[in-house]
């Protein structure tokens, strides 16, 4: 009997297999006997035979070769007892009611085809498949977050045209996209607040001010980092936020306004550059924030604003790239010489040629970037052969370094090298502000702990029990002498008493100090929440200005007309779920 219900598997010898399909059954065989060999059923019980034999069922079933007493669904794979002689109706009942395989197959064979794909074993060639609608819609406003996406590229025609070969349902539009992403980042942030809220985290911040090129618009970036349960440290941006001006005042409302919306109420520092506005602005915050309560800041918010290192360096290499700074013009001064006319570039190839030097690039550096000034020094070396040849012999080289470049003259051929030692404070009185500072951190927290119910207390003692009655007769001078006890002595002395680890890596690896805390947790637990907070502190601002390479491309002219609230969802949404894709995603998220 025809049926396009759904495929039929057979051989031609009339037993079902896997590998063929037809549209239409297969003719049974007639079964013979040798007792009655050369009769021939009546044309009625060869009628009844067929059809009591050949169901519908076996539309959607086939038998195995090797034990013809089972029947196997077509779709869903599942094994049946079916002997020839116990009817079907279980196995009707399996394709008709429980076989979610055969819905899937039924809703892709009725109106709009769709995808065909190979199936998962690939034993039984191609099968027809659907994906859900509501997937799709998901997974394409994803990729437009992730990949930093004009939120017009929804409705390109390169997107439809993909969603047309692909036989995927039309795309959406840009207002529901936009939409969905907001939902999206709504959805996220209510979990990752819940779950901040619940381990009760002390985060540290950073951040910086960044003034987009395109629209002039100013934003500060808010990253929040911590040391989570397993020990591994945690970089979350909670806020993008627009800013009028970068006055003290602007600065701390904003934070401010950033953490109350987080219900963030325990920071322990925030890392910010040494302007002096920033300076200031961390004392409004200080004060304003201690009024959330008593647990808001640690030791009174005395340590609050940490310096950027990498900020303090910068003044320090710039303040000795000044005493080479005339060498380094000359330097520039020569390439751009070279570089600015295709004649003076073809004259320095022919002096390149005739030193025999490799040929190679001669890149310009930007002033603000150490190591592209590296690169331009490094390359120029190689060719200094030919720069000299140029000095000889190109009269419109040796006239153009006469000339006054930035107010000085652009040739110095013996700059004065001048070598600064620069010494810090005596190591003792380093090593004893060190000492007092972890022991008021240590008193801060272990008060904190206690009165929170963390552990009973933070004093330790130790003591050897005597085991014996002899040992019960002794007195306590006696077993002191003996070294049975030890004084008292809370986490932070046993800690500072122990010996200094001195561990055994290969080359290449470093030691994992968060992993050691980790497994040390229980014998120090006062000591180990201050190293949570304390790993988890910035000792520059590059996690917050490395969000400014993402906006600079979130913010390109294609997304200019942006509101300053759209910007925040990509950008934190786009952070959150590139670091779900490497599996590092602070909260889970």
């Known amino acids: ?43 009625e019980e060869e009628s009844a035979k067929k059809q009591n034999t050949w169901s519908e069922v076996w539309d959607h079933f086939s038998r195995p070769e090797k034990d013809k007493t089972k029947a196997v669904c077509n779709y869903f794979k599942k094994i049946f007892s079916a002997p020839s002689g116990n009817g079907t109706s279980n196995l009707k009942k399996h394709y008709m009611v429980s076989c979610k395989a055969y819905n899937v197959w039924k809703v892709a064979n009725t109106g709009k085809k769709d995808q065909t794909v190979l199936s998962p074993d690939g034993s039984d060639g191609l099968r027809l498949s ?138 322990f520092c925030i890392t910010y550059d040494n302007a002096t506005a920033n300076s200031n602005a961390m004392e ?55 570089r600015s006319s295709t004649p003076r570039l073809k004259a320095f190839e022919n002096h390149v040629e005739s030193r025999r030097i490799q040929r190679g690039s001669l890149p310009l550096d930007v002033k603000t970037r150490w190591n592209s000034t590296y690169v331009m020094l490094d390359q120029a070396l190689k060719f200094r052969s030919a720069f000299d040849k140029m000095h000889e012999l190109d009269f419109p080289y040796i006239k153009y370094f006469t000339d006054i470049v930035e107010g000085k003259k652009g040739l110095d051929h013996q700059p004065k090298m001048i070598l600064v030692r620069l010494t810090g404070p005596k190591s003792e009185d380093l090593k004893d502000d060190v000492k ?66 001195n561990p055994t890596t290969f080359d290449g690896t470093y030691y994992d100090v968060p992993s050691w805390w980790k497994v040390n947790t229980y014998k120090f637990p006062v000591l180990s929440v201050i190293a949570r907070d304390i790993l988890a502190m910035q000792v520059s601002s590059v996690a917050s200005e490395s969000a400014f390479s993402t906006s600079g491309r979130v913010l390109e002219p294609s997304r200019s007309c942006l509101t300053h609230y759209t910007i925040e969802v990509l950008m934190c949404l786009e952070q959150w779920m590139k670091c779900g894709q490497k599996g590092t995603a602070a909260c889970g998220c």
């Not at 801060?444 to 002899?470: F, H, I």
């Open 284 to 338: 409004t915050f200080k004060k304003e924030f201690k009024q959330i309560g008593d647990d808001a800041l640690i030791l009174n918010g005395n340590f609050l604003h940490l310096r950027c290192s990498t900020h303090i360096i910068n003044l320090i290499v710039k303040e000795g790239l000044m005493e080479i700074g005339s060498s380094v013009n000359a330097i520039r001064n020569g390439i751009y010489f070279v």
């Open 130 to 267: 659907k994906v859900n609608e509501k997937v799709i819609r998901e997974a394409s406003n994803e990729m437009m977050v992730i990949a930093e996406l004009p939120l017009s590229f929804i409705e390109g025609l390169g997107w439809k045209h993909f969603c047309t070969r692909a036989k995927l349902p039309n795309p959406h539009s840009r207002r529901t996209a936009t939409r969905d992403i907001v939902e999206m980042y709504v959805q996220r942030k209510a979990g990752i607040k819940k779950i901040l809220d619940e381990n009760k985290q002390r985060l540290s911040l950073t951040t910086d001010i960044w003034v987009a090129p395109h629209t002039g618009a100013s934003y500060m970036v808010i990253p929040a980092h911590f040391v989570d349960a397993w020990w591994q440290l945690r970089k979350l941006i909670i806020g993008f936020r627009n800013v009028y001006d970068h006055k003290a005042a602007t600065i701390s409302k904003v934070l401010i306004d950033c953490l109350v919306e987080w219900d963030i109420k325990r920071i």
């Open 1 to 43: 009997m025809a049926s396009n219900d759904g495929p039929r598997l057979h051989d031609g010898s009339g037993s079902e297999t896997e590998d063929d399909v037809t549209e239409t059954s297969p003719t049974p065989p007639v079964s013979t006997s040798s007792k009655g060999k050369g009769k021939r059923k009546k044309p």
């Open 436 to 501: 007092d500072i972890l022991k008021d951190l240590f008193d801060e927290y272990d008060s904190k702990v206690n009165k929170n119910g963390g552990v009973e207390s933070g004093s330790l003692s130790q003591s050897n029990e005597a085991s014996t009655s002899s040992a019960q007769n002794l007195s306590t001078k006696e077993l002191v002498d003996e070294g049975g006890f030890q004084e008292k002595m809370n986490e932070l002395d046993l800690y500072l008493k122990e010996k200094l680890e």
